[in-house]
């Protein structure tokens, strides 16, 4: 089967930290750019980080930058995402989607997963 499976999410304190993990079932993550995008209740779904296959560039929303990074281990056919300094209004269901090659904003993507939850409250 197909797919992207998220991992890490929980409930954390604000100024904590978690890493979520995106790894690829069924394919191999070499020839796909990963985009982190996060949905809060009420809200719009937000793009939050990407980081190309080419040569693993990486982009930031300014609401994250300086906090968040995004990296990548192709022998582990997994992307993730180590956010620190995390604070309320991180809170949100976070997705990977993965589009061919690079980071174009606009996709199309052609795998998804199915969301982590990621609370930040004390």
């Known amino acids: 089967q197909l797919q992207l499976v998220e991992s890490g999410g929980g409930l954390v304190q604000p100024g904590g930290s978690l890493r979520l993990s995106c790894a690829a079932s069924?394919?191999?993550?070499?020839?796909?750019?990963i985009r982190w995008f996060r949905q809060a209740p009420g809200k719009a779904r937000e793009g939050v980080s990407c980081i190309s296959a080419s040569d693993s560039s990486t982009y930031y929303a300014d609401s994250v930058k300086g906090r968040f990074t995004i990296s990548r281990d192709n022998a582990k056919n997994t992307v993730y995402l180590q956010m620190n300094s995390l604070k309320p209004e991180d809170t949100a269901v976070y997705y990977c989607a993965a589009e061919v090659y690079y980071c174009s904003g606009s996709g199309p993507y052609d795998y998804w997963g199915q969301g982590t939850q990621v609370t930040v409250s004390s």
């Open positions: 069924g394919f191999t993550l070499d020839y796909y750019a």
